[in-house]
């Protein structure tokens, strides 16, 4: 078993080599969309907005490749347009612009190529950073960045246990699609990919409201009115929930998700001069 193991390693790297290696470069439209405390639903009738990305893709084998790509989207949801009463009378929304840097692991489950296949479903998994700021508008329609106004009291002394989040997070990647050749060049792409985050801020809500009147002292009238705009139709005064009520689920993290069509260059790498032939290494590199 030992020399199995053995030759079976020694033998990786000659499969690898032997396999057409090539690359994918493409530009990438479509929409993005979020799931969290101000949006319950993943596939919503609302709050789609436009993204676009940029994808870089090398294949060490027709089927396994290493991704990177850089993404911007903006995200939206509101209060307003939910079904639910008791986020209706919350009243609360945000929109956000997204900026993502990704690097992932792709695989065709197919080897396509440009002499044999054509087509074929891939999956992809990885990791992101990615940068946030949500804002909102008062009830004047000016634009307010949320973060500086501690809404749920980040970053106050006597809540301690609220630090300031950031606005520059992990998120972890996967999705799939289906690959189409058009010609012997250009490929089209559509997919659907989906971003775990490991913050529950990208629509500034998360936990229990603060004390109304020590938010104010702190962070100023506006930081009260955009904490809770339940009743803001009426008049900022009257922002008085009751200290400690629920704002937001803190158990669950956000997400955010894109769907979109890439259109890229396929090309041989330049080491590939001989034509593709087959050979005796295990299906999965084939």
């Known amino acids: 078993m030992k020399r199995l193991i ?8 000659f499969c690898v080599q032997a396999q057409e290696t090539h690359h994918e470069i493409g530009l990438g439209l479509g929409l993005a969309n979020y799931y969290g405390d101000l949006q319950p ?3 919503a009738s609302d709050g789609y907005r436009p993204m676009a990305t940029v994808v870089y893709k090398f294949f060490v084998t027709p089927k396994i490749g290493l991704r990177t790509g850089f993404s911007y989207a903006q995200v939206t949801a509101a209060d307003s347009l939910s079904r639910i009463p008791i986020n209706q009378s919350r009243n609360l929304s945000f929109t956000s612009n997204i900026f993502e840097f990704h690097g992932a692991v792709e695989y065709n489950f197919l080897p396509i190529d440009v002499l044999h296949r054509k087509v074929t479903p891939y999956i992809f998994g990885g990791v992101a950073l990615f940068y946030f700021n949500p804002f909102a508008e008062d009830i004047s329609g000016n634009k307010h960045y949320l973060r ?8 106050l002394p006597m809540y301690p246990d609220r630090k300031q989040y950031s606005l520059v997070n992990m998120a972890f990647p996967f999705g799939g699609g289906f690959k189409f050749f058009i010609g012997k060049t250009l490929m089209v792409t559509p997919e659907i990919g989906f971003r775990y985050t490991n913050t529950d801020y990208i629509d500034d809500v998360s936990k229990s409201y603060v004390n109304m009147d020590t938010l104010q002292a702190y962070k100023g009238k506006l930081a009260r009115a955009m904490s809770f705009r339940g009743n803001t139709a009426k008049s900022w005064d009257n922002n008085n929930p009751n200290y400690g009520y629920q704002r937001g689920d803190s158990k669950a993290n956000d ?10 260059v ?3 790498s330049f080491g590939n001069r001989r034509p593709y032939t087959k050979t005796a290494c295990p299906g999965l590199f084939r």
């Open 266 to 268: 396929y090309f041989r």
């Open 41 to 43: 639903k993943f596939f």
């Open 255 to 264: 997400w955010y998700w894109f769907t979109n069509i890439t259109v890229t």
């Open 148 to 155: 500086p106004l501690s809404t749920e009291g980040q970053g």
């Open 6 to 13: 053995l030759s079976l390693a020694l033998a990786l790297p």
